[in-house]
């Protein structure tokens, strides 16, 4: 089973986590046209790569942000969002 | 055959001996003894029948990959007899026989075996009337042991561990290794899965010099505090992370390493010649195991079959134990010029090099063998050699154990120089060591192993990095490129679990499966028990031949856990779905509830009523709750807490409805939308105060709801916290004409219509238990559903049923309140609708309000709103015969085309008539339009769309003033 570090708990087994899917930013509905909203709610890009993600670990409530390499299946690192670490991003 | 004198460093003790029976005869062993050993030791020649064509066999390997001698314990099937240690008063049967193992009715196949082709099944399963007849044939002849669907049930417990450094194989290598972490300040668990540790070392130097240094070895890490070592283990798989199961006798521990070194050896191959299955035919390491081990004298006078240094090695030792060598045949055209080659010749032995064994003779046991000149792959038979024989000990190769390297991500590449596939690259925290790794030798695998356990040190930062010296690779080639020797009778055997010979592969590569995964798939090699252990590696090389390709070109197949087989009950095991009661369970059970599942919480259904019908008790409690007052446990309900100054603008974006202009004492109904605009949840929001609300979710979403609540606070980084306060709280829901007489009865506070109406939301004590009470009517009655501390739950529960018994209070279940919300045409969210319903379609376009900013949902919904509307929940009424038969999801047929499905249904007893809500296509959903619904069985019920509510349409029920004013 993997392991997934939680910026707040530490390593953990994936078993705890829940993964939600790739951070995407939202168009803005007022703006956008509604092919675009519609690319944006149904699309998702399932081509490996290395990825932006939200997880959530479970028993302790905590969202956060995990970089993934999906084609070695390999968590980069992780932050909680919009944290100090991130902004430097 | 029989017992040796005592050999030093024997594994049995011979002070007491243990009884047991085979084929319900009786024998004796020793404690140590394995069932294979025990046996052989009593004279028995063959120990089972091969699975295809029911051919004797005996020991190949000796190594826990036996597969031919599988036997039955009792209700335990498929005992691998090879490694299970003896005990006393077994009852054992052979598997896989017919009558017995000495007149197997099933030997007659092996005269059948030319209508047996490689590919049968497929080949014999393309006609399909035939198949029954091969199915029940297969059936009779295939098969090993017997399940006994009566034996007792097992539940085996897991265990979990961790350590710092896993060691799988406690050989020289592994041994090695262990310590040298171990010294460097790493915990560490070797595991083996022999009864002892020592690996090959302990017969491969027998009475020779290194012998010395290994057996400090072993002393230094057997005394060392910080390694665990587990004989009888096996690591069964690899999973990410370093999460190794590891299996034994009792259970399976999941054990969680921080790097682990692979230091599991290598499987010694068969050489592929005619009858190389016979009893007696066996590997040279299979042969020293049963003397060193277990003092088993495996054969009198055998013939040596060896291409490396292992055959001498293993002739010497044959001498030293007092069996007669026959011959030594050597495939190489020269032996290396050894100490082990000179010592051999001077004791006289006939050493033919460049021979190999053309075909051996016998019955149930070798008998003689032919040796044929041999010059790679070429034989010459015209110049045949007879040798007297009744055993054959064959060492002409290795195969590393590299499953788990495999299964890790390794990188594997033939190395022609020693003959064998050696890790090319090793994924982080993997290190591999010893003849797995391409090491052979005792010397060169103890500082193998010493490099790999400091390089995992040095891994896990108990070490300062440095350069560390890779022992040399091998120069030496312990396995010869060609151990198949062509007969033109065959059974020349490649795969000894499924009975493959030379010939199947050929069939195979000239059918088409010319690639290694389909021909294994094709011919079935490294599927039986073994899985490929002895018979994977000679495959590659005949696919590589026939293919005129070297061997790195044709690769190995892919390797999956488990490497090797695990018992099902210690997978079963216990399971973890855990399960939730709310705080009046015991009140329930006591009333007689029958529970059922919703979500992981258990709720009643009903309660049962001694001498009624389920039906009749679910009527019972609607009409209770219709006529005087019903409570209802919804304590499973979702409860959030938001407060804070952004409390109402974020509920805002995430209901559809409007709630920051609600003033402080009301409540609101709300919905849920997804991205999609699809519903995915609803509820009640009740504003607590200025900054303060409490909403109730669906009981199978609170928990999804929550989560998905903190992930848009956590992006939209509003001003407010959120709680879950699902299971800090009891709630209750008190329904039914005299619900207010009756709660009045219980608290001080003004239950009045002017001080507490419809839709409001209060705080005061009930019972003297504070409560947060809120009048809402999910039912369609006068109702109240109070939410109390959860511990207090059970004190209002019995203060509401007792002084309800003047009231006509009944509790009623999930059945009754599924009913009267249908009579009142609300939804439930997931089962009136589902994964593509808008509110639009569900008809709840009332609590939507387009016009805020925004909320999840909006912009599609836009979007939907300009095309026209595909489906529509609506009303219905059954008409005619047939009517009890429709149940939740049959399908409306209309012009012989699916136009919707029944979401909810069921018998008012209160308007007497079936009622139900139904999804339907647009076209039939004006009011009295008939359709029809397909029941079970295919008959169809005459329906017709009708409005909602079914049951007090206009609401007076829950609001009477308001109604009465609104009437006025």
Not at chain 2, 222 to 232: D, G, K, L, P, V
Not at chain 2, 295 to 314: C, I, Q, S, T, W
Not at chain 2, 624 to 652: C, H, N, Q, W, Y
Request: neutral net charge.
């Amino acid at each position: 089973m993997k392991l997934m570090p939680c910026p707040v708990n530490g390593l953990r087994p994936v078993s705890e986590f829940f993964y939600w899917g790739e951070v995407r930013p939202m168009p803005d509905p007022d703006r956008c046209d509604d092919a675009a909203w519609a690319d944006y709610v149904f699309n998702r890009n399932g081509a490996p790569g290395i990825k932006k993600e939200w997880w959530y670990h479970t028993p302790s409530g905590t969202w956060f942000i995990a970089e993934r390499d999906t084609i070695r299946d390999e968590v980069l690192r992780t932050w909680l969002h919009a944290s100090p670490e991130a902004e430097q991003q | 055959m029989s017992r040796l004198p005592p050999v030093s460093g024997e594994w049995i003790q011979r002070d007491r001996t243990l009884a047991f029976t085979f084929e319900g005869r009786r024998y004796a062993g020793f404690p140590g003894d394995t069932i294979t050993s025990a046996l052989l030791a009593s004279g028995i020649d063959v120990l089972g029948r091969s699975f295809k064509y029911h051919r004797p066999r005996s020991v190949l390997s000796f190594a826990n990959h036996d597969a031919n001698i599988i036997v039955q314990r009792g209700t335990t099937p498929n005992v691998r007899a090879d490694i299970t240690p003896l005990t006393d008063g077994m009852a054992l049967t052979p598997v896989n026989v017919h009558g017995s193992l000495a007149r197997d009715k099933g030997r007659l196949l092996d005269h059948l075996s030319r209508f047996l082709p490689v590919g049968f099944y497929y080949k014999a399963f393309h006609t399909k009337q035939l198949f029954p007849k091969w199915e029940s044939l297969i059936r009779f002849i295939g098969g090993l042991g017997i399940i006994d669907i009566k034996a007792e049930r097992l539940t085996t417990a897991k265990r979990y561990d961790f350590c710092d450094v896993l060691v799988v194989g406690a050989g020289a290598s592994g041994l090695s290794a262990a310590l040298a972490a171990a010294e460097a300040g790493a915990s560490v668990v070797v595991v083996d899965e022999n009864a002892q540790a020592g690996g090959s070392a302990a017969y491969g130097l027998a009475g020779q010099p290194a012998g010395d240094a290994w057996q400090s070895l072993r002393a230094r890490a057997a005394a060392h505090a910080s390694i665990q070592i587990r004989t009888a283990t096996t690591a069964a798989g690899y999973y990410a992370d370093h999460w190794i199961p590891l299996v034994d006798d009792e259970r399976i521990t999941k054990l969680r390493a921080r790097a682990v070194i692979i230091s599991t050896g290598a499987y010694e191959q068969p050489a592929v010649f005619r009858n190389n299955d016979l009893p007696g035919v066996m590997l040279g390491s299979a042969a020293r195991r049963l003397i060193h081990r277990y003092a088993v004298k495996p054969f009198n006078r055998v013939v040596v079959l060896a291409a490396n240094e292992d055959g001498y090695r293993a002739a010497l030792d044959f001498l030293a134990h007092g069996i007669e060598v026959a011959a030594l045949v050597d495939l190489r055209a020269t032996a290396l010029p050894t100490e082990n080659t000179r010592k051999l010749a001077a004791c006289g032995i006939p050493i033919h090099t460049g021979h190999c064994i053309h075909e051996a003779n016998g019955l149930d046991r070798v008998s003689s063998i032919v040796a044929v000149p041999f010059d790679d792959g070429y034989t010459d038979p015209g110049r045949a050699i007879h040798i007297d024989c009744d055993g054959v000990a064959m060492s002409v190769g290795w195969a590393p154990a590299a499953a788990l390297l495999y299964q890790a991500g390794a990188g594997m590449r033939f190395d022609e120089a020693v003959g064998q596939f050696v890790p090319d690259h090793l994924p982080s925290g993997i290190f591999a060591a010893g003849r797995v790794n391409g090491i052979h030798g005792i010397d060169r695998k103890m500082a193998d192993g010493a490099h790999a356990g400091l390089a995992a040190a040095m891994h896990l930062g108990l070490v300062p990095r440095r350069n560390l010296p890779a022992v040399p690779p091998e120069t030496t080639c312990h396995s010869h490129p060609w151990p198949v020797f062509a007969h033109p009778q065959g059974k020349n055997f490649v795969d000894f679990d499924e009975d493959l010979q030379l010939k199947d592969f050929e069939n195979a590569v000239q059918e088409g499966f010319d690639n290694i995964e389909l021909m294994k798939r094709y011919t079935t090699a490294g599927m039986g028990p073994s899985q490929g252990k002895h018979s994977s590696m000679n495959a590659v090389r005949i696919l590589a031949r026939l293919r005129g390709e070297p061997i790195d070109a044709i690769g190995t197949t892919t390797s999956r856990p488990f490497f090797h087989p695990v018992p099902l009950s210690h997978l079963a095991g216990r399971g973890f779905v855990a399960e939730r009661e709310t705080p009046l369970h015991g009140r329930h059970v006591a009333a007689g509830a029958v529970l059922m599942p919703a979500g992981n919480w258990q709720r009643p259904e009903y309660y049962a009523i001694r001498g009624r019908t389920r039906e009749q008790a679910i009527c019972g409690e609607a009409l209770a709750v219709r006529k005087g007052a019903g409570l209802i446990d919804v304590g499973t309900l979702g409860k959030i807490e938001i407060s804070g100054p952004d409390a109402g603008a974020f509920l805002e974006r995430i209901y559809t409805g409007r709630f920051a202009n609600m003033r402080p004492g009301t409540t609101r109904y709300g919905v849920m939308l997804d991205e999609a605009a699809v519903i995915v949840d609803d509820g009640v929001v009740a504003r607590l105060d200025e900054g303060r609300y409490y909403f109730t979710t669906t009981t199978s979403g609170s928990a999804t709801v929550y989560r998905e609540l903190g992930r848009l606070n956590t992006l939209w980084r509003m001003n407010c916290g959120i709680v879950n306060v699902t299971g800090h709280k009891a709630a209750l829901n008190l329904a039914g004409p005299n619900s207010r007489k009756l709660l009045q009865s219980l608290t001080h506070s003004d239950l009045s219509e002017a001080a507490f109406p419809y839709l409001a939301a209060r705080e005061f004590e009930v019972a003297g238990i504070a409560a947060r009470v809120l009048r809402i009517g999910f039912v369609g009655e006068l109702g109240y559903e109070i939410h109390v501390p959860a511990d207090q739950g059970a004190v209002l529960w019995d203060a509401l049923m007792t002084i309800g018994k003047s009231f006509g209070l009944r509790p009623f279940g999930v059945e009754a309140q599924r009913l009267l919300r249908l009579e009142k045409g609300h939804i439930i969210v997931s089962q009136d609708t589902d994964g593509l319903t808008t509110p639009d379609e569900a008809a709840v376009s009332w609590a939507v309000k387009m016009d805020k900013p925004f909320f999840v949902g909006q912009r599609s919904l836009a979007i939907i709103r300009k095309q026209p509307r595909r489906q529509q929940l609506a009303g219905f009424e059954l008409e005619g015969p047939g009517a009890e038969g429709v149940r939740e999801c049959h399908l409306i047929i209309t012009d012989g085309i699916i136009a919707g499905r029944v979401t909810s249904v069921a018998w008012s007893p209160t308007l007497n008539k079936y009622i139900g809500l139904a999804m339907l296509a647009t076209s039939l959903t004006a009011q009295g339009t008939p359709f029809w619904i397909r029941a079970s069985g295919g008959r169809m019920v005459a329906a017709r769309v009708v409005p909602t509510p079914f049951y007090d349409a206009g609401g007076l029920r829950q609001k009477p003033v308001q109604a009465m004013a609104e009437a006025a």
